[in-house]
C-alpha cells in the first residue's frame, strides 16, 4: 500500500512570513499534483508534475519535485491571507490503477493578518 | 462551465435508510470518482469508472454502490446508512491518462443519526 506523508499537519504564521510544506513517499511517483481545499469546497488542483527534479512556479507558490520521484514540496513565499486552507498532495504510483490518485493527509495553513 | 455538480449539498439520515447522491459532469471526462473526506484522514476512494458501463472499487467500498449509464452522471447509493458513513463526500472527473488533475464537485456533508 503506497502511503504519502505530509508535513506539517498543521501551520500558522503571520502574514508576510514564507513556509514551505513538504509530502513524501517510499514508492516512486509517475505523477504527483498539488490541491488547495478551502471549507465548505472541493479540492482545487494547484500543479501537475511528472519530472523529476521540476520546478513549476505559481505566482508565489514554487513547486519542486525531487529528483528520485519520492517527494516534493510546495514553498509560498510572503504568505497572505488569502493563502489559507488545506494543501493536499496526491501521487499516481507505477503499477496503480491509471488515473487513480493517492491523497496525503494534507497541510492546514492559517495565515493571520 | 459547471464542471462536476453534486446534489444535495446536506443531508441527514436516519440509521438503517438508503440514499443516492448525486453527480454529473459537463466536461465529457471519461474517469469519475467518489471519495469520502473524514477529518484528519485525507481522500479515501470509495468507487471509480473509466467509462460508462465500466466501475471498480476503491479503498472504502463496503456499504456504498455505483452505476454508470452515461458518461455525464456517476451516482452513488447509500444503503442502509449507519453512523461510521458521516463524512463529506466529494465526487471528481478527470480525462484518462496519467497526470490529469481532477476536477471535484463541492461535496456532499452527510450526517447520519
Known amino acids: 500500500t503506497q502511503l504519502l506523508e505530509q508535513s506539517p499537519q498543521f501551520l500558522s504564521i503571520q502574514e508576510g512570513e514564507n513556509l514551505t510544506v513538504y509530502c513524501n513517499s517510499s514508492s516512486v511517483f509517475s505523477s504527483l499534483q498539488w490541491y488547495r481545499q478551502e471549507p465548505g469546497e472541493g479540492p482545487v488542483l494547484l500543479v501537475t508534475?511528472?519530472?523529476?527534479?521540476e520546478v513549476k512556479k505559481l505566482k508565489r507558490l514554487t513547486f519542486q519535485f525531487g529528483d528520485a520521484r519520492k517527494d516534493s514540496s510546495l514553498h509560498i513565499t510572503a504568505a497572505q491571507p488569502g493563502d489559507t486552507g488545506l494543501y493536499l498532495c496526491a501521487g499516481e504510483f507505477y503499477g496503480g490503477s491509471q488515473g487513480n490518485l493517492i491523497f496525503g493527509k494534507g497541510t492546514k495553513l492559517s495565515v493571520k493578518p | 462551465n459547471a464542471g462536476v455538480t453534486q446534489t444535495p449539498k446536506f443531508r441527514i439520515l436516519k440509521i438503517g435508510q438508503s440514499m443516492t447522491l448525486q453527480c454529473t459532469q459537463d466536461m465529457n471526462h471519461n474517469y469519475m470518482y467518489w471519495y469520502r473526506q473524514d477529518p484528519g484522514m485525507g481522500l479515501k476512494l470509495i468507487y471509480y469508472?473509466?467509462?460508462?458501463?465500466?466501475?471498480d472499487k476503491g479503498e472504502v467500498p463496503n456499504g456504498y454502490n455505483v452505476s454508470r449509464s452515461t458518461t455525464e452522471d456517476f451516482p452513488l447509493r447509500l444503503e442502509l446508512a449507519a453512523p461510521s458513513q458521516t463524512s463529506v463526500y466529494f465526487c471528481a472527473s478527470s480525462q484518462a491518462g496519467m497526470g490529469y488533475g481532477y476536477t471535484f464537485g463541492s461535496g456532499t456533508r452527510l450526517t447520519v443519526v
Open positions: 469508472s473509466v467509462g460508462a458501463g465500466i466501475t
Open positions: 508534475v511528472v519530472t523529476g527534479g
